[in-house]
């Protein structure tokens, strides 16, 4: 006759093993989804910091390819860069704008950028003067004409030069030794291209190395040179 009052179960050994191992794979599945929690967050930063520091890249080296010669009437010649440094660049540009309500351009207009980085806002910003004349003589207003941050949360490179600037030497070939700066009235005539480097952080501020996204991009100045004289730079005579 089968019984139905069978008192057996699990004895106190079997059980705490149970809840041991229980305990275990929980353990480990809490690990694994906070590793998958993070990756995914540092992924996110990074993407982010990519997306942006390549935006304010792509606007920086656009206005810098769009050089023009002008002369202000303290300026000896007409020139394409105004000064330079390490965290600073200040060029003379020649963009075509749309008029407003229109989609297309209207005639280029020429205007004085500076780029600068910030080190202790963290920002590269952009400050530009509208310029007033015909070229190659043009005058500019002492008051901006208009400022805006190209990229916030942004860190100078290893280095800490964020514009490098560079000259030929006399058989043609760029000289792999950058510039003197700030710049002077002699080599400002002499850039024949202009290296610009930055880290781009997440909009959040992280910096962990691993969500940052380094940036660098050379521009060479779109001038004829003497090939007599390559050393003397760019012709900027109009």
Known sequence: MRRFDDQRGFTLVELLVACMLGMIVLIAIFGLVD?????????????????????AMEQTTQALRSIVC?????????????????????????????????????????????????????????TVWAGAGTLP???????ATRRRSVLTNVAEPPGGRVFTYYAYKADGTIDPTPLATPLSVANLARVVRVRVSFVSRPSDGGRLRAVQAPFQNFISMRLPVDPSAPGDGPSCSI
Do not use: C
Request: no cysteine.
């Open 70 to 126: 002008v002369k202000e009437p303290a300026a000896v010649a007409p020139r394409v860069i105004q000064s330079g440094d390490n965290q600073q660049i200040t060029v003379y540009t020649q963009l075509q704008k749309a008029p407003a309500g229109q989609a297309s351009p209207s005639a280029p207009v020429t205007e004085r950028r500076e780029y600068r980085y910030d080190a202790a806002a963290d920002t590269l910003n952009e």
């Open 35 to 55: 590793t998958t929690n993070r990756t995914t967050s540092r992924i996110t930063q990074r993407v982010d910091a990519s997306q942006r520091g390549r935006t």
């Open 137 to 143: 003589d043009l005058t500019f207003p002492a008051a």
